[in-house]
């Protein structure tokens, strides 16, 4: 195989991986935007509780892409970075929708991208530790509430940690998730 034609196949292996990137990125903003959320589980229906749960189903399926036990090797750090890219174009595209000027969109994505890696730190220790660690995670991040579990905590907060938890399986057990497809759970009914 020639240099031309390797290099033809590395741009159609990028560009695969761009639209199935960008299918799970719709798929994780489509979950995110069900009502039960908002309904059920009491998150805020604001812009950053949106926010919130949008970068909580990505960091969920990139987890799973790169979990060293996933099989995927560099290929799934690959597609979780590409998710990650197409998080933050959309991002981009929202800001400049919602007519937040040019020069002010570069701070306001290093912003976001920096709270996204502090979610990330925070989901992955909790999700580690277990107990009530991602109930606290989930408090102070989706909810803006106390870090304490029962004082001043939403109540919905402990179903929300459920519905990450059962999520998280979910996604471990699927195989095609690189190529651009994935079923999360439904959201937990209130109780």
Not at 62 to 89: K, N, P, T, V, W
């Amino acid at each position: 195989m020639g240099l031309i034609d390797r290099l033809a196949a590395k741009d159609r292996g990028k560009a695969a991986r761009a639209r199935a990137a960008a299918s799970l990125y719709a798929a994780a903003v489509e979950q995110a935007r069900a009502p039960g959320f908002y309904t059920a589980l009491g998150v805020p229906d604001t812009i950053d509780g949106r926010f919130e749960l949008i970068v909580l189903h990505v960091h969920l399926v990139c987890r799973r892409l790169a979990a060293a036990d996933a099989g995927s090797g560099a290929a799934g750090a690959e597609m979780a970075q590409a998710l990650f890219d197409a998080m933050f174009r959309d991002m981009d595209r929202n800001l400049r929708e919602m007519g937040v000027g040019d020069p002010s969109i570069p701070r306001r994505i290093r912003a976001m991208i920096e709270a996204y890696y502090g979610r990330v730190k925070a989901y992955d220790a909790a999700l580690a530790q277990g107990g009530d660690a991602l109930v606290i995670a989930l408090a102070r991040n989706v909810y803006d509430a106390g870090a304490v579990p029962g004082a001043g905590t939403p109540p919905a907060v402990a179903r929300l940690a459920d519905y990450a938890r059962r999520a998280a399986v979910a996604l471990a057990a699927q195989p095609d998730l690189a190529a651009g497809r994935v079923a999360f759970p439904p959201v937990a009914s209130a109780s």
